[in-house]
């Protein structure tokens, strides 16, 4: 019998997922027992390379937190996809601790695509100090030794991506370590994490399950998927994070014993996920992958000669509060729960417009229940970018005349079947069968749809890209620009880079692991700004454009407003 506590969705796991959850949450006690330490006087790069590992378990705790807890379940698979990049960066410098310095130049890049995204959105920058460096000048990650200005960058993950399936095997110890990403149809698997990592129409058909609620679960297959690459991804990263800073392994704890359980659990998770999936697990040779070009990362021009380096007269204090916007986003939480929509209520509902209403709730639950938990605000700075996306797109389909509506919908879902065939084919192009690949995009037979998912029109027309829907989303505001900024910001948070772990940190004896108030009230503000459209357009469309629903909409809209009045003040954005 499962030794797994009941999950509070109520719903009813198979013996093999059941399984799969309990190795899962025994890797997670396992890493919770490695005591952390923050060393403030270590170089810059081993202070980084320290929190690296900290930050990965606390996603991998917060994504199995997740199962089964009946809402939020696509962020599992952003949160997945995050573990994933870390692991592919941490094995790569793993295999080479001399690679750790170049961390800083990703601290380098990320810093220098904030302060160019202040300059090409035209905002305001007077909080651009606080995003650049968001706790005191520890470890020279001010950069004032001018010691590390010119330091190279990671490669960037497509790079990791095509180097890791193209690798030689070397020693055996490693090579373990390797294999828990060595599987069957990996760059399909990432797609599919991709997919749910943006929050999309796609991405929430993993939640389509015969006994769940639709947007909030997820079905087995694909929490099998999510939760073998971030098992995969956050045991890399300790091992490989070990490796690059050996000394700041705790020296009450025996590395190589810890590594190994850790690494032991690790694989028995992969080695149930494949039993649910279907992908099974096999180590590559360079025979089975044909080698592509590497990409190159694309050169910037510097806004400032020294992105890297922030004088010390320009180093803000750490004196903001969300408090007043935490009262705001509670009062608007009020305010969303005040009127609820029944999609089924007369035995007919629209899959994407109950998607777009279900899935707003679902991520807006994610981050009113994250978001002041220790630990776990990133999970909510991740869902708040995907209600922000879904809500660009969700004002873009439905901004039209009604006699172009009709057009801008085939656009729409052709976007969506187009992706999923390509990543049907990415899968059968790894020698995975047809009928896998498909029978991971199945629906339930409680779901009929009226064109067939693999149907495309021919000569279609790509989606505008995420940036010009932004673009149009911020028009009504002073600053229209500040959304498409607000994104990039995010997005540091959901890509785990080095600007996002300084702003998991606030000084204090110790140091504790609360989210910087910058970015926490940038993650409320625009997740009620994207749940107001998403609720509030899906109730009413629900509601056969019934009055209520109208006024409930702009409820909605004048609470989130509130959200962004009280948060102006913490993000100066807009």
């Not at 295999?95 to 380098?108: A, P, S, T, Y």
């Not at 192009?429 to 629906?443: C, H, L, N």
Request: aromatic share 6%.
């Amino acid at each position: 019998m499962s030794s797994t506590p009941p999950r509070p969705d109520g719903r009813v796991e198979s013996p093999q997922l059941s399984d799969l959850r309990d190795v899962t949450r025994a890797l997670r006690f396992h890493l919770d027992t490695l005591p952390v330490e923050y060393k403030l006087a270590a170089p810059p790069h081993q202070f980084l390379a320290g929190l690296a590992f900290m930050l990965a378990r606390q996603r991998f705790a917060c994504a199995d937190s997740m199962l089964g807890a009946g809402f939020g379940g696509s962020v599992v698979g952003t949160l997945a996809r995050s573990l994933f990049a870390e692991g592919l960066r941490w094995l790569w410098i793993g295999e080479d601790r001399n690679r750790c310095r170049r961390i800083l130049g990703d601290l380098i890049e990320e810093r220098n695509r904030i302060c160019l995204t202040f300059e090409q959105t035209d905002v305001s920058s007077d909080s651009l100090t606080r995003w650049l460096m968001p706790i005191p000048d520890v470890a020279d990650l001010a950069g004032h030794s001018h010691t590390w200005a010119d330091v190279e960058a990671l490669p960037t993950e497509a790079e990791l991506l095509n180097d890791f399936l193209t690798h030689q095997l070397g020693t055996a110890g490693h090579d373990r370590v390797r294999a828990l990403l060595d599987m069957e149809g990996l760059q399909g698997a990432v797609k599919i994490l991709e997919h749910a990592g943006h929050g999309n129409y796609l991405g929430l058909m993993s939640s389509l399950t015969l006994d769940g609620a639709i947007a909030h679960d997820l079905r087995a297959d694909h929490e099998a998927l999510f939760m073998q690459v971030a098992a995969a991804g956050v045991a890399i990263t300790l091992v490989g994070s070990a490796a690059a800073v050996p000394e700041l392994w705790p020296a009450e704890v025996d590395r190589e014993a810890f590594t190994d359980k850790a690494v032991a659990l690790a694989e028995r998770v992969c080695d149930t996920a494949a039993k649910i999936h279907g992908l099974r697990r096999v180590r590559k040779t360079e025979a089975q992958v044909s080698k592509r070009p590497r990409n190159t990362r694309a050169p910037r021009g510097l806004l400032r000669p020294m992105a890297a380096v922030i004088p010390q007269e320009e180093l803000l204090p750490d004196v903001n509060t969300v408090d007043q916007v935490a009262a705001a986003a509670e009062a608007y939480w009020e305010v969303a729960r005040n009127f609820m929509v029944n999609p089924w209520k007369d035995g007919r509902t629209s899959l994407n417009i109950t998607l777009m209403y279900a899935g707003g709730w679902s991520l807006l639950e994610t981050v009113m229940v994250n978001y002041t938990q220790p630990g776990a605000a990133p999970t909510a700075v991740s869902a708040a970018r995907m209600l922000l996306e879904e809500a660009a797109r969700a004002t873009w389909r439905y901004s039209v005349a009604p006699d172009k509506a009709e057009a801008r919908f085939v656009q729409y879902f052709d976007e969506y079947r187009a992706m999923r065939r390509n990543t049907i084919n990415t899968l059968t192009g790894s020698g995975i069968s047809r009928k896998t690949a498909e029978q991971i995009f199945a629906m339930p037979g409680n779901v009929q749809l009226t064109k067939p998912l693999d149907q495309v029109t021919k000569g279609r027309e790509p989606l505008p890209t995420i940036t010009s829907m932004l673009r149009d989303l911020g028009r009504p505001y002073p600053e229209p620009g500040w959304l498409e900024l607000a994104y990039t910001l995010l997005s540091q948070m959901t890509h785990s880079t080095p600007v996002a772990y300084l702003h998991t940190l606030r000084a204090g004896d110790p140091w504790t692991n609360h989210m910087s108030p910058e970015m926490l009230a940038l993650a409320l503000d625009v997740a009620c700004l994207g749940s107001a459209r998403l609720i509030g357009l899906g109730a009413w469309l629900l509601s056969d454009l019934s009055e209520d629903a109208n006024d409930y909409r702009k409820r909605l809209a004048r609470a989130a407003a509130e959200v962004h009045n009280a948060a102006r003040s913490v993000h100066f954005l807009d």
